[in-house]
T-cell receptor, first 112, second 113 residues
């Protein structure tokens, strides 16, 4: 079985500041890990994915995440927050059975 | 490419009624998964369909059932609706053998009153 835990249900950052969203995973097999973003009343959009290649993964909109096996973490970062980054962010894990297991989500607000 | 499309976008039902939600997968995808996202929570896996059969199922009661058609589109049926079934229902499509990415639709917002 696999699961993820997102630390912090809400994160508030100033425009231009670093965005850091934390995700720890649990998986009995080498995991595939994902970050999705959800804007109000919309579906999920994939930001980036880790699939056992490079441990530092770059995604869309300037986001990146680093897979750290020793820490079972897959934290998401963006060097400089933009107002358009305000959204809900979900970390998810997939094992060999294709289904995605999501965390509870982190809401990001960006202060002008 | 139309991506994953879901219908309807919103609907309101009364307790005890039945509802059917529809999903058309992204072109080239043959696997459809359904998720329930309650307000303020992450999506929860309901089930997955491949080759017109339910391949996996999450922890949901038998009131939740589904179907996949030969053109890979899918339906989610919920019987005997409860207030707690109010949620955003998301459909995701993928290609079997490629565990790397699932594409999500915009979802159907179901309100049970």
């Amino acid at each position: 079985a696999q699961s993820v835990t997102q630390l912090g249900s809400h994160v508030s950052v100033s425009e231009g500041a670093l965005v850091l969203l934390r995700c720890n995973y649990s998986s009995s097999v080498p995991p595939y890990l994902f970050w999705y973003v959800q804007y109000p009343n919309q579906g999920l959009q994939l930001l980036l994915k880790y699939t056992s290649a490079a441990t530092l993964v770059k995604g869309i909109n300037g986001f990146e995440a680093e897979f750290k096996k020793s820490e079972t973490s897959f934290h998401l970062t963006k060097p400089s927050a933009h107002m358009s980054d305000a959204a809900e962010y979900f970390c998810a894990v997939s094992s060999n059975d294709y289904k995605l297991s999501f965390g509870a989500g982190t809401t990001v607000t960006v202060r002008a | 490419d139309a991506g994953v499309t879901q219908s309807p976008t919103h609907l309101i039902k009364t307790r005890g009624q039945q509802v059917t939600l529809r999903c058309s997968p992204k072109s080239g995808h043959d696997t459809v998964s359904w998720y329930q996202q309650a307000l303020g929570q992450g999506p929860q896996f309901i089930f997955q369909y491949y080759e017109e059969e339910e391949r996996q199922r999450g922890n949901f009661p038998d009131r939740f059932s589904g179907h996949q058609f030969p053109n890979y589109s899918s339906e989610l049926n919920v019987n005997a609706l409860l207030l707690g079934d109010s949620a955003l229902y998301l459909c995701a499509s993928s290609r079997t053998g490629e565990r790397t990415e699932a594409f999500f639709g915009q979802g159907t917002r179901l309100t049970v009153v």
